[in-house]
């Protein structure tokens, strides 16, 4: 260890990041820290080194030396996972809050700063912010939910699908509470975020959340070497079973558990398992079945059924297709579902169905939470006066249209859209509003239940009781419309 008690300033902020074979990163990662408005000399930065064998250990001695703040650990044997690393930083850690940043990624310049602002002055135990997936092509906002909105001192509940994202990125937190309660990082190859911090959030009075970028996520091509992309599904699924035997034998009262469960169950043990390449790729799906089945012996007993809180009712298809042991069945609709980009949907009593041609009888129309069809789109005047239709279970969540530049997915502007109670829905926008947005391409979609994404169809895809409307272009560059009854 080197420069334990060095400092003779209390720190505000203690950043902890675990080290292993680093090397390509490190230096821009701790950079990003020793660059923080919040300025340096507030930070206490703790990096622990996992027996690194590149020049890991030699960047990190050179910036001990350079800086009493920058604490560094040498551990004698390799953990084989980030959850020793972490834990240590957490014992070693003197200031009121902390927050983890991994090796190859990199803070805002201005994260820390936002998160401890926060914190202190709401009181809240846990501040959350914005998560950058960087790629060689792109950015990508990274678990939106928590990070859509300015919100302060809420339940953590009161957060649509808080639990969604359970990853140390853009999060700050009392250090006290973990000590509390002693909280710490389980020691398993896989998951062990997800465990701590359900262990955070389910321990928390209220949190904050803020729409401000905090950090970056390094997932540049030549990253390769990430521990998530050399995972063996079976081996990430044995972790999470783990991680719902323990969420259950915590016994959260059944709305809390229900959440928790809810992201373990439907998105880890379905979306995740069997909604990817890797399943329909395989030759091994017994493997994969079993693993389901492991899960649903865990939650057999649950004072709740648990498909009741799926968001996606496709999840709850593939459920019952599974408990039906129509295997072939459950395949063809994974396949389906992935291959199939332009999909039909059919409105029944007013609510939206995704039209399955593979399926004939009970799977033929599965239903979809919300959908939004074009009806209209016009210049008059001043204005652009858009008018659709939107159907499903959250039409009274709707409050807004969203532009959001496509090369920049930080700057987005939003226009108010109204859902009467008919479906019927519209927006007004002020040409000159229009005219301010910068040159570029623009993502448009509705926004509702506080964070989530509708994009507006044609309405060619969507059929009306056994009719389709077919808006067309003809030869002449004409506007055709066609009304035809599907068979």
């Known amino acids: 260890m080197k420069n334990k008690g060095s400092s003779s300033k209390k720190a505000k902020v203690t950043v902890v990041t675990p080290v292993y074979n680093a090397e390509p990163f490190l230096a821009n990662t701790i950079e990003s820290v020793i660059n923080q408005s919040l300025h340096f000399d507030n930070i206490e930065y703790i990096l622990i080194d996992d027996r690194s064998n590149d020049s890991s250990r030699e960047i990190l001695w050179d910036y001990a030396k350079k800086y009493k703040n920058i604490v560094i650990v040498f551990l004698k044997e390799n953990s084989g996972s980030p959850s020793k690393p972490r834990n240590l930083g957490i014992e070693l850690a003197t200031s009121e809050y902390i927050t983890f940043l991994d090796a190859d990624d990199r803070l805002e310049h201005d994260g820390l700063e936002a998160l401890y602002t926060i914190l202190k002055e709401t009181g809240d135990d846990y501040a959350v912010g914005r998560t950058m997936k960087e790629t060689s092509i792109e950015q990508k906002i990274i678990g939106e939910h928590q990070s859509v909105a300015e919100r302060r001192n809420v339940s953590p509940y009161d957060v649509p699908n808080m639990f969604q994202h359970l990853a140390p990125n853009a999060r700050m937190m009392r ?20 465990q701590f911090f359900i262990d955070v959030l389910t321990n928390c009075k209220t949190v904050s959340t ?27 699924m044995d972790s999470n079973i783990k991680v719902i035997e323990y969420v259950k034998q915590k016994n959260l009262p059944v709305e809390e558990e229900k959440a928790v469960m809810n992201r373990l169950i439907e998105f880890d043990s379905i979306t995740r398992l069997f909604e990817r390449q890797h399943f329909l790729k395989s030759k091994n799906k017994k493997g994969y079945y079993e693993k389901f089945q492991q899960v649903l012996d865990i939650a057999h007993d649950l004072r709740y059924d648990f498909t009741e809180n799926f968001f996606y009712p496709i999840n709850k298809v593939i459920y019952q297709l599974f408990t039906q042991k129509d295997y072939a069945g459950l395949e063809a609709l994974v396949r389906w579902n992935r291959t199939e980009k332009y999909k039909q949907y059919i409105i029944k009593d007013n609510l939206p169905y995704m039209i399955v ?22 210049f008059d005047g001043d204005a652009y006066k858009l008018e659709a239709n939107v159907f499903g279970d959250y039409t009274d969540s709707v409050s807004e249209i969203v532009f959001r530049n496509r090369k ?19 927006a007004i926008i002020d040409t000159e509003q229009l005219n301010s947005l910068p040159t570029g391409s623009y993502e448009m979609f509705i926004r509702y239940n506080d964070y989530r994404k509708l994009s507006i169809m044609k309405r060619e895809q969507v ?3 056994n009719r389709l409307f077919n808006f067309y272009t003809t030869i002449n560059s004409n506007l055709g419309f066609k009304i035809s009854k599907v068979k």
């Open 357 to 378: 041609p593979i399926f004939h009888g009970e799977f033929r129309h599965i239903r979809v939470p919300m959908l939004a069809s074009f009806r209209n789109g016009t």
């Open 408 to 426: 920049n997915v930080n700057q987005e502007y939003v226009f108010d859209f109204r859902v009467d109670n008919d479906g019927d829905a519209n």
């Open 175 to 194: 250090r006290q509470l973990l000590l509390e309660h002693n909280i710490r990082f389980p020691e398993m190859k896989f998951a062990e975020d997800k």
């Open 463 to 465: 059929e009306f009781e």
């Open 210 to 236: 803020t729409k401000q970028v905090v950090s970056y996520l390094n997932r540049l091509d030549e990253n390769s070497e990430s521990l998530t992309k050399q995972t063996d599904i079976f081996e990430k």
